[in-house]
């Protein structure tokens, strides 16, 4: 487990870089974004996934609606929120959880149900705090593990 500080939305977007490099390095690691509404969430999904090739041609914005998106990045992301959706994912979150080819990042991630977690992830939580947000991150699995270590390890300050 690691704990960030963002201080700015330079440090979400450094953050985002250090996941997408970790990412391309290892291969997909769903990652699974908690917290409440405005925290976030999708201003770091969007700069990772501009930091994947193809992430130019992303247009990042809250699947909040449509439940998921997709962006043509390698791998290619599918951006899913269970905010609208509770205990009822979609199949096509289903299906990218259980491929491993796609990488999968999951807000509102605590409503997804227990039976449907990958063996692979990297748990975020998203709080407010005086500073900024403080992200909590947990590893679940050998490449989440690493993921985090790598990406702590870049974090500039040694705050992870």
């Not at 130019?56 to 992301?77: K, R, W």
């Not at 227990?114 to 947990?138: F, H, M, N, W």
């Amino acid at each position: 487990m690691a704990v960030v500080t963002l201080h700015s939305l330079a440090d979400t977007r450094r953050l985002g870089r250090l996941l997408a490099a970790g990412l391309r390095e290892l291969g997909p690691v769903a990652l699974l974004l908690r917290g409440p509404l405005g925290s976030g969430k999708t201003t770091l999904t969007a700069a990772l996934t501009a930091a994947l090739p193809g992430g130019d041609l992303a247009e990042v914005g809250s699947p909040s609606f449509t439940i998921c998106n997709y962006y043509p990045t390698t791998p290619p992301v599918l951006h899913a929120d269970l905010y609208r959706s509770p205990g009822s994912p979609p199949e096509e979150l289903e299906e990218a959880l259980d491929d491993g080819r796609s990488q999968v990042i999951l807000e509102w991630a605590e409503y997804l149900p227990p039976q449907l977690l990958p063996e692979e992830y990297l748990d975020i939580s998203v709080d407010a705090c005086e500073k900024g947000r403080l992200l909590t991150l947990t590893a679940h699995g050998p490449r989440a593990e690493a993921l985090l270590r790598q990406t702590c390890g870049q974090w500039p300050g040694g705050e992870a």
